[in-house]
């Protein structure tokens, strides 16, 4: 399938994706607010790496709950092909109607049982969701293309696909979300094959969306694959081909303006990198090259986030500042100092120590010349050492002439 978007859209589309993450996050929460979000999606399709990244704050909302079970195979419609298997973006909001339509006022009621929550709250999401989901899985055969679905720029036969699909998911989604709620264990194989193996009848894209929203969420996702591999389900390769191409897809977008969530994703990108060059999966011989560039990609992407950050955190502000910021500032400057140094503990799991020994010292001899200044304040300069760098640098920064 191809959209072609118009100048006005494509101006509107570049100026969502270069946004600032504050304004992108206000931006997003506009678009919730929207009753319809159609166009909004579009808008966002270019900066949703990003808000993977984010993670804003999200109201529930009826067809994003709807669609969460199948996460790892939506994708942006300009670029889907019905043979390529997965959901076009463009089509959700008009399936979510088909579903609607067939589940009745069960849709009322689940959404007044959700409203004014977040996915923040599991509960919520996990009474709500499991609800909907076995909904509409009841009502599958009772779908049919609703009046918007023109607008999807979709046909009879993508109505269909996007259907069995989505159904296929929606009988197993108890065993998947399961699954998806201990991804930060893992998740454990156990509730892997559990989900896997509850979807072993149905059609193998089934499987694969299943397995590839699995991989999306896990914490180890080396692990879950050697896990799915053993399930003996699905298509043979089929796997192996999805853990590719979430390989092929990972994008270490660690934001300097965000020290806090940068340590997050380094860390989770070094827990799942560690997991994949030690799980059976990742050692194959025709993957290890790919995790290996992988590793490179993101070890580069921490050095530069933690060097970048550093400067414009505390170096740039503690000079403009004459090395006195105020308490409000100075207890900002040692929560960034915190997330930095996660970020450099986990980069030198990815290799590349030097560099932030280099970075270290160029702090370091920064704060001493600081220090030498008439209103320097050498204990704030000193607690701001001692979190990069360890007590014995704070006390040599105190001692120095």
């Known amino acids: ?38 166009e909004a999606d579009r808008l966002l399709d270019a900066a ?33 092909k019905r043979a390529d298997g997965g959901l076009p973006r463009s089509a959700l909001p008009a399936l979510a109607d088909s579903v609607r339509v ?29 609800r909907l989901w076995r909904a509409a899985a009841d009502a599958a055969a009772r779908l049919a293309p609703p009046p918007g679905w023109e607008g999807s720029g979709l046909g009879e036969a993508e109505f269909r696909h996007c259907a069995a699909l989505a159904a296929g998911v929606w009988r197993h989604a108890d065993p998947l979300w399961s ?16 989900a896997l193996g509850a979807a072993a009848a149905e059609d193998a894209a089934v499987v694969e969306a299943i397995f590839a929203t699995i991989l999306l969420k896990a914490a180890k996702p080396g692990s879950v694959a050697s896990a799915a591999a053993s399930a003996r389900v699905g298509a043979p390769g089929a796997m192996e081909r999805v853990l590719d191409q979430w ?64 400067a414009h955190h505390l170096l740039d502000p503690l000079a403009q500042a004459g090395a006195r910021p105020d308490d409000a500032r100075m207890q900002a400057m040692e929560a960034t100092a915190r997330s930095l140094r996660r970020i450099e503990t986990a980069g030198r799991r990815l290799g590349g120590a030097s560099a932030y020994d280099a970075t270290l010292r160029k702090v370091i001899d920064s704060f001493a010349a600081l220090r030498a200044a008439p209103e320097a304040n050498p204990a704030d300069l000193a607690r701001l050492t001692e ?11 105190l001692d120095a002439r």
């Open 1 to 38: 399938m191809s959209t072609t978007l118009s100048a006005e859209q494509r101006r509107l589309t570049h100026a969502v994706a270069s946004a600032s993450d504050d304004a992108l996050a206000r931006v997003v929460a506009v678009f919730d607010r929207m009753a319809d979000r159609r």
């Open 48 to 80: 949703r790496p990003r808000l993977r990244r984010l993670r804003p704050p999200r109201p529930i909302a009826f067809t994003r709950l709807l669609f969460l079970p199948l996460d790892g195979v939506v994708a942006d419609a300009r670029r889907w």
């Open 102 to 130: 067939a589940i009745g006022t069960e849709a009322e009621a689940i959404e007044r049982a959700f409203a004014g929550r977040s996915f923040a709250d599991l509960s919520a999401v996990d009474a709500a969701g499991r």
């Open 179 to 194: 699954a998806l709620l201990a991804a930060r264990e893992g998740p454990p194989a156990t509730l892997v094959q559990a």
């Open 247 to 310: 390989i092929e897809e990972c994008r270490p977008d660690l934001s300097v303006a965000d020290p806090q969530g940068a340590a997050q994703l380094a860390e989770e990108f070094a827990e799942a990198l560690d997991d994949l060059e030690t799980s059976e999966a990742g050692r194959r011989p025709e993957r290890r090259q790919r995790v290996a560039a992988l590793r490179r990609t993101v070890g580069e992407a921490c050095r530069s986030a933690f060097a970048d950050s550093t």
């Open 387 to 397: 979190i990069l760098a360890g007590p014995e640098a704070a006390l040599r920064l």
